[in-house]
């Protein structure tokens, strides 16, 4: 039994990588989308395919679904509304590569975000994390006249969004089913990014192939496929592990712009992307995974 377990997990914690690779991605995809479409159509086509997968295949659930569920999905809905589209806005005007680390930093501001809700608060690895976030960012976005770029302050919004989409999930998950609610958000999210569109950028004249591939990918692939192996795997592994291994999306996403995007960073950059990568793992883990003794996972 125990070699069962042991499998299970190494076999999560794999499926987990592959998450973290198919996110890291998800910021060349979304660079290479811009080229060729616009920000809200992207969010629009990308959460509506992503609905009508999660609606097919898990219909006997989400015909469950009641007006309290409606009303969580729509609060969740909102932050990854706004927090995929100050993303995917912010990424026209920065480097996918800088935009990867900057959104990881959503997780040093959930504990801050939590407090404000439920009155817990934050701890010394929280408040560490922090400081360290603090150097990295300045290191990472500010330029000799110190000023920080569009696209670089739009992601940052986007990290407190997520933090917020993290936060709320966290609350409302207690009581709905996880399914009903992530078809509710990807419906908000589809619904709210229509309606910009059309109020910002218009009716698409022509949907060129060059947009669609990249868009279908978000969708499919980083979207649906990435939630799904996710909510999966975290049944056989630590969260301890979890937290590390998908603070390694920044990583991915960083290394991938390099080599998919051609994207240049200098010796400041890395080490702002370094002292990022520790803020994100202090917060996530608390360096418990340096304590021999700490939980195995159960299965």
């Excluded at 979304?30 to 969010?43: H, M, Q, Y």
């Excluded at 969708?219 to 909510?231: E, H, V």
């Amino acid at each position: 039994m125990t070699d069962l377990i042991k499998k299970k997990g190494l076999i999560a914690d794999l499926s987990l990588l592959i998450v973290t690779i198919i996110w890291g991605s998800g910021f060349v995809a979304t660079k290479n989308a811009l080229d060729s479409v616009l920000p809200f159509f992207i969010t629009t086509l990308r959460f509506f395919i992503a609905s009508i997968f999660i609606g097919m295949i898990f219909f006997k659930n989400i015909k469950k679904l009641n007006i309290k569920d409606l009303k969580a999905g729509f609060i969740i809905g909102f932050f990854l509304f706004l927090a995929f589209s100050t993303q995917t806005v912010g990424l026209q005007y920065t480097t996918a590569g800088k935009q990867a680390f900057l959104t990881g930093t959503n997780v040093i501001m959930v504990p801050f975000i939590y407090w404000l809700t439920s009155g817990e608060k934050p701890d010394i690895y929280n408040i560490l994390s922090t400081f360290l976030s603090f150097i990295g960012i300045s290191l990472l976005t500010l330029n000799s006249s110190l000023y920080i770029n569009l696209g670089d302050f739009l992601t940052l919004l986007c990290a407190l969004f997520f933090a917020c989409h993290i936060v709320s999930i966290s609350h409302f998950t207690k009581n709905h089913d996880p399914i009903i609610l992530t078809f509710v958000q990807f419906l908000v999210a589809t619904i709210l990014s229509l309606i910009w569109m059309f109020i910002l950028e218009g009716t698409p004249k022509s949907i060129p192939l060059k947009g669609l591939v990249p868009i279908a990918y978000l969708a499919i692939f980083s979207t649906f496929i990435a939630f799904l192996i996710q909510n999966i795997a975290q049944k056989y592994t630590t969260a301890t592990h979890t937290a590390v291994i998908l603070s390694l999306e920044s990583v991915f996403g960083s290394i991938l712009s390099c080599i998919l995007l051609d994207e240049l960073f200098t010796y400041k950059m890395c080490i702002g992307c370094v002292i990022i990568l520790l803020a994100i793992i202090t917060a996530e883990t608390k360096w418990n995974f340096l304590n021999k003794d700490h939980k195995k996972f159960i299965s």
